[in-house]
């Protein structure tokens, strides 16, 4: 409860991230940052869509405050989704950080005219792959 005697809304960050390797460091990054953050999962760019409009199984899904994106997802691509994104009404305020095994400019130049805050290149070492994860969640933090 916080002063109001309301309960503290949790601000949600959603990956859209289809490597199961990938999630699990993640899903490490955030259990270090004890950042209050709540994490949840979509597996592909279908499935976050849906969790965005809050359809099908989805249907009472807290709207994210960030969305963690990784760029090659099956059936609808992490471009694809943000120029989905951008192009509603309701979608297209919610910050989104592309993370990304891919460090092509041209990918990089993409996302960014796409409307992300931020493209991270998927770095090698744990430490940095935390430090990456905590950087981007500022943007959570912010809104």
């Given at each position: 409860?916080?002063?109001?005697?309301?309960?503290?809304?949790?601000?949600?960050?959603?990956?859209?991230?289809?490597?199961?390797?990938?999630?699990?460091?993640?899903?490490?990054?955030?259990?270090?940052?004890?950042?209050?953050?709540?994490?949840?999962?979509?597996?592909?760019?279908?499935?976050?869509?849906?969790?965005?409009?809050?359809?099908?199984?989805?249907?009472?899904?807290?709207?994210?405050?960030?969305?963690?994106?990784?760029?090659?997802?099956?059936?609808i691509s992490g471009p694809e989704l943000l120029a989905k994104m951008r192009a509603s009404d309701l979608l297209q305020h919610i910050p989104v950080v592309v993370f990304s095994s891919s460090s092509l400019d041209a990918d990089r130049a993409k996302c960014l005219a796409l409307g992300?805050?931020?493209?991270?290149?998927?770095?090698?070492?744990?430490?940095?792959?935390?430090?990456?994860?905590?950087?981007?969640?500022?943007?959570?933090?912010?809104?």
């Open positions: 409860m916080n002063k109001t005697g309301l309960a503290a809304v949790k601000k949600v960050v959603l990956s859209v991230e289809d490597d199961d390797g990938a999630y699990s460091l993640i899903r490490y990054a955030f259990a270090e940052m004890s950042s209050g953050l709540e994490l949840r999962r979509a597996l592909n760019g279908e499935d976050a869509l849906d969790f965005l409009k809050q359809t099908g199984r989805f249907e009472d899904a807290p709207r994210p405050s960030l969305i963690l994106l990784n760029m090659n997802l099956p059936r992300a805050k931020q493209y991270i290149t998927k770095p090698n070492s744990y430490d940095d792959f935390v430090n990456a994860v905590r950087s981007a969640c500022t943007f959570a933090q912010a809104s």
